[in-house]
């Protein structure tokens, strides 16, 4: 007969009192409560913030009659040189190789020597503004009377990444929504078969930028709102055909069968709006399989408009075909672009550590023409005047040399002053606001934060910069966090 093996002794215990049960889940019903607080302080609820989840990307109203109804945002990635492209100073030019005065604090990342370096590049004036421009840039040259610059910029980091998450979020550090996100999520999407808000990266392969996604996240608030980044290699968008010999007849029939479902699964969570986005999500990607491909074949435009964006110049053909695409988007009322000009590394952006004269001639070369042709060609077509294009980097550059002695002709990082440019809707042409110190190491007139220049790109949508919140974690945050001035001395 087969023995049994031997069982483990059983111990029992005797019922637990009332008072027994409390003692020892006590911190779980508190934890419980705890959860319940700070879920409620979250806003996951649609209500809280005034959002329909059903429909998170519908459009919704300005705070008043806006000037523009997109944005176009040109980064310089790697931080261009303010002194070498559209702040010229003279005395920079004439006390070449003089030290620095000691009063002016170093703001560079890396050690710089401290002699002043001259700009390389010839400068001349243009347009009835009497503009000067760099010979870098001669055909968006053309254009100074359409744009208006502000040369008082600063921020408050010389690092790379948190400079671009506050030129981005209006924070240095990372967490927060961007740009394009708080103004898809205040204005909704003028179209349902593409996305609000659109990023494309360096096109050549040279990486993202520092940072990568999270310049172009949504932060806290839905996920909905994010940038959608095309991609640099291969198809721009992931999985825009359908999967080999399904039908469209089939494809619909799954989709509505995995909306019930979501939808039946939804209402026990009322509230989640990241169960809402990822619904959306699915209906928005079988839209865009209809639309997307027509919007990003750049082929369907004429080859005189394609050679005027440079598309047949081998130098600028990447960055000239993704302004092509900013154009086209715009005509299909995307709400927000934004375009990177410049990889990862300091060689591969517009980061002249080493050399600025042969760094700024590379990365000028690639975006001039196309920038040109995005101007004129929004002009040409009545675009640029419910479009605002914004262009600038993270930072400025040094005044002052970096580099080994007898060979520094490179420029360092430089927080405390940096240029940047408007055109379009709304903007007064020719327009020159703020200044920096005579050699452009410094801005002294009129100093801009980029608080102020998230403000004044919320104005000219028609939003209000301090009503557009959400509140988070019990506080209602907003882009331009406790700061920000409308620059009413640049809008027409």
């Known amino acids: 007969m087969e023995r049994l093996p031997n069982l483990p002794t059983v111990v029992t215990h005797p019922p637990m009192t009332r008072r027994e049960v409390l003692q020892r889940t006590g911190m779980g019903c508190g934890a419980?409560?705890?959860?319940?607080?700070?879920?409620?302080?979250?806003?996951?609820?649609?209500?809280?913030?005034?959002?329909?989840?059903?429909?998170?990307?519908?459009?919704?109203?300005?705070?008043?009659?806006p000037r523009a109804k997109a944005v176009i945002w040109?980064?310089?990635n790697g931080g261009q040189s303010q002194i070498d492209?559209?702040?010229?100073?003279?005395?920079?030019?004439?006390?070449?190789?003089?030290?620095?005065?000691?009063?002016?604090?170093?703001?560079?990342?890396?050690?710089?020597?401290?002699?002043?370096?001259?700009?390389?590049?010839?400068?001349t004036q243009a347009g009835e503004s009497g503009t000067w421009v760099s010979e870098?840039?001669?055909?968006?040259?053309?254009?100074?009377?359409?744009?208006?610059?502000?040369?008082?910029?600063?921020?408050?980091?010389?690092?790379?990444?948190?400079?671009?998450?506050?030129?981005?979020?209006g924070l240095n550090r990372m967490g927060f929504p961007c740009v394009g996100s708080w103004v898809t999520y205040g204005l909704g999407s003028q179209n349902e078969n593409m996305p609000g808000f659109v990023v494309m990266t360096d096109?050549?392969?040279?990486?993202?930028?520092?940072?990568?996604?999270?310049?172009?996240?949504?932060?806290?608030?839905?996920?909905?709102?994010?940038?959608?980044?095309?991609?640099?290699?291969?198809?721009?968008?992931?999985?825009?055909?359908r999967r080999g010999g399904q039908t469209a007849a089939e494809q619909r029939s799954f989709l509505d069968a995995l909306s019930v479902l979501n939808h039946r699964h939804k209402q026990r969570f009322e509230g989640e709006s990241e169960l809402s986005t990822r619904i959306q999500s699915f209906e928005l990607a079988?839209?865009?399989?209809?639309?997307?491909?027509?919007?990003?074949?750049?082929?369907?435009?004429?080859?005189?408009?394609?050679?005027?964006?440079?598309?047949d110049n081998k130098?600028?053909?990447?960055?000239?075909?993704?302004?092509?695409?900013?154009r086209r988007m715009i005509e299909q009322n995307v709400r927000f672009v934004q375009i990177y000009s410049g990889g990862t590394s300091n060689t591969q952006s517009w980061d002249g550590h080493v050399d600025i004269r042969k760094n700024h001639s590379q990365f000028s070369g690639e975006v001039d023409q196309p920038i040109a042709a995005l101007i004129a060609d929004l002009d040409a077509r009545g675009l640029l005047d419910s479009t605002l294009i914004v262009c600038g980097g993270e930072f400025g550059r040094t005044s002052d040399a970096q580099g080994k002695p007898g060979q520094a002709i490179g420029r360092d990082h430089n927080p405390h002053a940096m240029t940047m440019w408007f055109?379009?809707?709304?903007?007064?042409?020719?327009?020159?606001?703020?200044?920096?110190?005579?050699?452009?190491?410094?801005?002294?007139?009129?100093?801009?934060?980029?608080?102020?220049?998230?403000?004044?790109?919320?104005?000219l949508l028609g939003m209000n910069h301090e009503q557009l919140t959400y509140r988070f974690n019990g506080r209602d945050y907003r882009l331009t966090d406790v700061h920000g001035r409308i620059l009413q001395e640049i809008i027409a």
Not at 297 to 309: H, I, L, P
């Open 203 to 241: 096109a050549l392969g040279r990486g993202l930028p520092k940072g990568l996604a999270q310049n172009w996240g949504a932060g806290f608030l839905p996920s909905v709102f994010q940038g959608v980044r095309l991609k640099d290699q291969g198809p721009p968008i992931d999985n825009l055909g």
């Open 136 to 169: 870098i840039f001669p055909h968006i040259g053309q254009h100074v009377d359409k744009m208006a610059f502000v040369h008082s910029c600063y921020t408050e980091s010389n690092n790379h990444s948190p400079a671009l998450f506050q030129m981005n979020t």
């Open 315 to 326: 130098k600028c053909a990447h960055f000239g075909k993704q302004c092509l695409l900013a």
């Open 32 to 65: 419980l409560a705890l959860s319940s607080l700070v879920n409620g302080n979250c806003l996951t609820s649609s209500a809280a913030n005034g959002l329909d989840f059903s429909r998170p990307l519908s459009p919704r109203p300005p705070h008043f009659a």
């Open 423 to 459: 055109a379009g809707a709304g903007v007064k042409g020719g327009m020159h606001y703020g200044a920096t110190d005579e050699v452009g190491y410094k801005a002294v007139e009129n100093r801009v934060m980029i608080h102020d220049i998230h403000a004044t790109i919320l104005y």
């Open 286 to 311: 079988y839209r865009m399989q209809m639309s997307a491909p027509g919007i990003l074949d750049v082929n369907q435009e004429t080859e005189f408009t394609r050679n005027a964006y440079g598309l």
């Open 74 to 76: 040109l980064v310089m």
């Open 85 to 123: 492209t559209w702040d010229y100073k003279p005395e920079l030019q004439r006390r070449h190789g003089q030290t620095l005065s000691t009063a002016d604090p170093r703001t560079g990342f890396f050690k710089t020597t401290g002699k002043l370096l001259k700009s390389p590049f010839r400068f």
